[in-house]
């Protein structure tokens, strides 16, 4: 079966400093990945999906970056952190298939910036 | 611009009776519909999907609607039970890789 892990649970970091948060799937090959924020009272807002190695879709401009450095592994970065920065951080997955078009998340890691 | 949205933040109902929760989207492109659920301090859960192809979808207590003339969507629980409150997304898909949210609904349901 497939699983989805996330690391950290939590994390509090200052203003400016960097950020690594990692995403991992077990049991798929060659998943669509994905990261969102949930911030405070807000939805889930897509911040990056990848369909491949290497490749990586932005969707708002921000100071995070994405990067997908093996098929099983969504790494989100930032180089300074801002106060609106702070959230509730999501990765998630799917297959590629036609019709198997459910989202998988992982459990979270909620960021809060000081 | 948010092209599926959620327009109730939240919702009480009491324990037995039919818990309805609405989304509507802009995109005419969008296929494929979704909902979530989601507890606090976790990753959603998928809950019920339905296709453009189809106006309706059940599976046990949850039963997922959709219009396409409207470009609304609904999702009727019935009957609610406390352990259905929880944050509620539906969600949405013109192509299989890429999923837009709404902003959810936080169900309450009392005993």
């Known amino acids: 079966s497939q699983t989805i892990h996330q690391w950290p649970a939590t994390l509090v970091q200052p203003v400016g400093s960097p950020l690594s948060l990692e995403c991992t799937v077990e049991?798929?090959?060659?998943?669509?990945l994905y990261w969102y924020r949930q911030a405070a009272g807000r939805g889930l807002q897509l911040l990056f999906y990848?369909?491949?190695?290497?490749?990586i879709s932005s969707e708002v401009p921000q100071n995070l970056s994405a990067s997908r450095p093996q098929d099983r592994q969504f790494i989100l970065s930032s180089k300074k952190l801002l106060l609106s920065d702070s959230g509730f951080y999501l990765c998630?997955?799917?297959?590629?298939?036609?019709?198997?078009?459910?989202?998988?998340f992982g459990p979270g890691t909620r960021l809060t910036v000081l | 611009d948010q092209q599926v949205k959620q327009n109730s933040p939240s919702l009480s109902v009491q324990e037995g009776r039919i818990s309805i929760l609405n989304c509507d989207y802009t995109?005419?492109?969008?296929?494929?519909f979704l909902w979530y659920k989601k507890y606090p301090a976790e990753g959603p859960t998928f809950l019920i999907s339905?296709?453009?192809?189809?106006d309706k979808n059940e599976d046990g207590r949850f039963t997922v609607f959709l219009n396409k003339s409207a470009k609304h969507l609904s999702l009727h629980i019935v009957p609610s039970q406390p352990g259905d409150s929880a944050v509620y997304f539906c969600?949405?898909?013109?192509?299989?890789?890429?999923?837009?949210f709404g902003s959810g609904t936080k169900l309450n349901v009392k005993p």
């Open positions: 049991g798929t090959s060659n998943p669509n």
């Open positions: 969600a949405a898909s013109a192509y299989f890789n890429k999923f837009y």
């Open positions: 995109n005419s492109m969008f296929d494929y």
């Open positions: 998630a997955w799917s297959v590629g298939l036609a019709g198997v078009n459910e989202q998988f």
């Open positions: 339905i296709s453009s192809i189809k």
């Open positions: 990848s369909v491949g190695i290497g490749q």
